[in-house]
């Protein structure tokens, strides 16, 4: 699906991927503000060079949120040859039809783009991506991306790397509605690693902090996370905790004692370092935005 958005008079923003848990989060916060049109290509294929063009030269949007991607990352372990197609050769096709209506590019990528070697968080103003060191296929992907989008001559672009998504509702398929799924199984034990650290962040807080950077005019690599770090078993802990789930016991284990399809790094923790110097950070601490979040769904998994 693709999305035309007209902010007031001035802007117009035409979003791909717009059926995702960011672009519905997106759709929520713009209809509570702005006018906006939906446009339904459902054979959309931002791998489809020609098709992707044409849509973008009719409606010749200000700005484009290139949300179209494969985000699974065991997914894209199994699946390489399609993720780079979406991940890399679409953002290009993409990037063709914003360089000829001259629109602001914005490209989500992932904090998952950072090595994960060092101990302290990972800050986009000092802390550099190393392509011999990121882990996976959906990482990589999004990297060379993110190449591919700061490399495309003329054309003004915002790089925005997403934490650890929780939100979404009935859409929810990560990590806190999989262990609220747990929970309404019937299992009475979780096993999570605890020597791990990921960034929680609220995809509400990030959609509207999205928002607010591309009015501000923000361009160029921004880290977007939400406050604080958490191992996964401390997620966990918390996701039980605000669900009031007191009948289940998370048991905290090492990570080579799970078998994943997909390699991860260690430490994924970051800082909004540019969001901050420009006064526009508004992510919130995970732990208070999972609290609401959780208080909203609870009652769709626990009786």
Known sequence: MVIMLR????MKILVTGSNGMVGTELKKHLDNAFFFKHFNYPDLDVTNRHRT???????RPDVIIHLAAKTDVDWCEYNPEECFA?????????????????ALLVFPSTFYVYPGDKESPY???YDKVIPDKIIGTYSKSKWIGEVVVSEFKNMRHLIVRFGSLFGG??????FVSKVLRMVSSGVKEIRMIDNRFIQPSSVKDTARNLLSLIEKGGEGVFNMVGHGTASYFEYAKAVLEFAGVKDV????????????TAPRAFNLSAVN???GEMGLDRMRDWRLALKEYIEEIKSQFIE
């Open 53 to 59: 063009q044409e849509i973008i030269e009719y409606h």
């Open 249 to 260: 016991k998370v048991i905290s284990i090492n990570s080579k004692d799970f078998k994943e």
């Open 169 to 174: 509702g009935e859409k929810d398929k990560k």
């Open 7 to 10: 902010l007031g008079s001035i």
């Open 273 to 275: 370092g540019r969001l």
């Open 86 to 102: 979406v991940n890399v050769e679409g953002a290009r096709n993409v990037c063709e039809g914003a360089q000829k209506v001259k």
């Open 123 to 125: 800050d986009e103003r």
